[in-house]
């Protein structure tokens, strides 16, 4: 991967996972041009640098023209996965029970691969609370309370702060790099 290549994949991941990079969200998406980027390499090299983190990220879907990269922190998102909310539910949209985390993410993949339609317990995966996945697949993504990183069905006040807090990650990383910090670093010292 290239010097530019390197510095710009950093840019995508300060803009859409800082939540996630600095442990406030079990995980984030984020959307690669695989015409500009070498998805196979970013992947590899950011498992390489930060795997002792307990940091993870894998291609969950792609095509000619772009990625979808599931970045996780493997902890977090185990319990979240494990919950016994998040599992019946989970199992309710045909996951199954008592699987691993590995195990969730292959059958998210291939719902996301295989489904004309995008699999909207998807943000049990991302961290969001739970009344808000069931209020937007319910909701058919209308009727919410208040929208920012996700749809809100739940509690405005809640998902104010974290729409707040996730915004200063963003902020934190984005500065860092424009310091000429690369976020490898900004990870070991956050």
Known sequence: MSYDESK???RKLAVH???????LKC????SLDCNEF??????????RRVGDRGLKMRILCSCKKRALMFL??????????????TSALLE???YGSQKSVDEYL??????????????????LFLGYPIEDVLGFIENKGKNYKLCGCWKVYGSEEYARRMFISY??????????????????RCLKIS
Do not use: M, Q, W
């Not at 070498?38 to 498992?47: I, K, R, T």
């Not at 996780?72 to 909310?85: F, G, K, P, Q």
């Not at 292959?106 to 998807?122: K, Y």
């Not at 790099?177 to 976020?183: F, K, Q, R, S």
């Open 8 to 10: 710009r994949f950093e």
């Open 106 to 123: 292959n059958i998210l993949a291939e719902r996301t691969a295989c489904r004309s339609d995008f699999p909207h317990e998807i943000g």
């Open 72 to 85: 996780y922190n493997e902890s977090l998102l185990s319990d979240r996965l494990t919950s016994a909310e």
């Open 17 to 23: 996972t800082a939540p996630a990079l600095l442990g």
């Open 167 to 184: 915004d200063k990650c963003r902020e934190y990383l984005c500065d860092k790099l424009n310091e000429g910090a690369d976020i490898y």
């Open 27 to 30: 995980a984030s998406l984020v």
């Open 38 to 47: 070498n998805v196979e390499a970013c992947a590899e090299e950011f498992n």
């Open 92 to 94: 309710r949209y045909g």
